[in-house]
């Protein structure tokens, strides 16, 4: 699949330059294969305005094209799919739907995979740091685990402040904080746009119609409708064990027992996308322009939260 920029926009030329430089990580016959694809890519869901590569992409481009070389693969990167997705794009979000749904069931019966798994709070939990961190939190008393969240919060509020200025009391009033503001954009950009609302409505009847309980209309909520139900039947399904006092709770399934939910979840999210589809390429691009608009407020990137 080719994807162009729909337009030159100031300063794409110094950017696409850029792009190709860092592309120069990946073996030459891969660049022959793929560069151009990827470069447009890159440059149609780019920041409007940005002449220069984000920190992130940079580092991802740089050990992508690494990786490439000690493997020797010659798959496109999965990064490229990624983008497009975010980007609304039908066919990269039907690709990913076809095999893990939702994404919600798929990391149990696809454990290895990192498609699967990525961005699941089952995978940060099981991060070997963070399993450190609960290890020491098991073996605290309660008034040492007291003790330490009060140690915590103070730690964490005084970075966040060094960081950003902004004053919190700690991780849970960021959280708070940074819920007001995007709420606040959303509610203008999103719930405001007359473009998104009707085709919000559309998304919504379509759903409506093949028997899929949706509560609400607005753009900012209608896309929860169908996955907000395999939502609820992961935690009530699971057999949930707590991994921490007070705790983090994760589901646990084995791959025979995910299966079948998998099935019912990737014929339900290609539903979706098909009620969706128009919504999706609209709503997604919106959504990133209003997220950045919020990282800025907040000082802290929201996809970080």
């Known amino acids: 699949m080719t994807v162009a920029p729909t337009g030159r926009r100031v300063g794409a030329g110094v950017l696409e330059r850029r792009y190709r430089w860092l592309l120069r990580a990946y073996p030459r016959a891969y660049r022959k294969g793929y560069e151009?694809?990827?470069?447009?890519?890159?440059?149609?869901?780019?920041?409007?305005?940005?002449?220069?590569?984000?920190?992130r992409e940079s580092l991802a481009l740089l050990l992508g094209g690494l990786r490439a070389r000690v493997i020797g693969?010659?798959?496109?990167?999965?990064w490229a799919d990624d983008r497009l997705r975010s980007a609304g794009d039908y066919q990269a979000m039907m690709k990913y739907r076809e095999?893990?749904?939702?994404?919600?069931?798929?990391?149990?019966?696809?454990?290895?995979?990192?498609?699967?798994?990525?961005?699941?709070?089952?995978?940060?939990?099981?991060?070997?740091?963070?399993?450190?961190?609960?290890?020491?939190?098991?073996?605290?008393?309660?008034?040492?685990?007291?003790?330490?969240?009060?140690?915590?919060?103070?730690?964490?509020?005084?970075?966040?402040?060094?960081?950003?200025?902004?004053?919190?009391?700690?991780?849970?009033?960021?959280?708070?904080q940074m819920g007001e503001i995007s709420k606040r954009f959303r509610a203008g950009e999103i719930d405001g746009d007359p473009e998104l609302v009707r085709l919000a409505r559309d998304y919504g009847d379509c759903l409506r119609d093949r028997g899929v309980r949706v509560t609400s209309l607005k753009p900012t909520e209608v896309e929860m409708s169908a996955p907000s139900h395999f939502e609820a039947g992961l935690g009530a399904a699971a057999q949930l064990r707590d991994s921490v006092k007070g705790g983090i709770y994760t589901p646990a399934f084995s791959a025979e027992e995910a299966a079948p939910h998998l099935a019912r979840e990737v014929k339900a999210a290609i539903e979706d996308l098909e009620c969706g589809k128009d919504?999706?390429?609209?709503?997604?691009?919106?959504?990133?322009?209003?997220?950045?608009?919020?990282?800025?407020e907040l000082g802290v990137s929201e996809a970080l939260l």
Request: hydrophobic fraction near 35%; charged fraction near 25%.
């Open 36 to 55: 151009g694809e990827l470069v447009a890519i890159l440059l149609a869901t780019a920041e409007p305005g940005r002449t220069v590569p984000s920190a």
């Open 73 to 78: 693969t010659t798959e496109r990167p999965a």
């Open 99 to 176: 095999k893990y749904g939702f994404g919600m069931f798929a990391k149990y019966v696809y454990p290895d995979d990192p498609q699967a798994r990525a961005g699941s709070t089952s995978e940060l939990v099981s991060s070997p740091r963070v399993q450190a961190d609960l290890k020491l939190q098991r073996s605290m008393s309660e008034t040492q685990r007291a003790q330490w969240v009060i140690a915590n919060e103070t730690c964490y509020s005084e970075a966040i402040k060094e960081l950003t200025g902004r004053t919190v009391t700690g991780e849970q009033d960021l959280w708070r």
């Open 279 to 296: 919504f999706y390429a609209a709503h997604r691009p919106k959504d990133d322009e209003v997220s950045k608009k919020v990282s800025r």
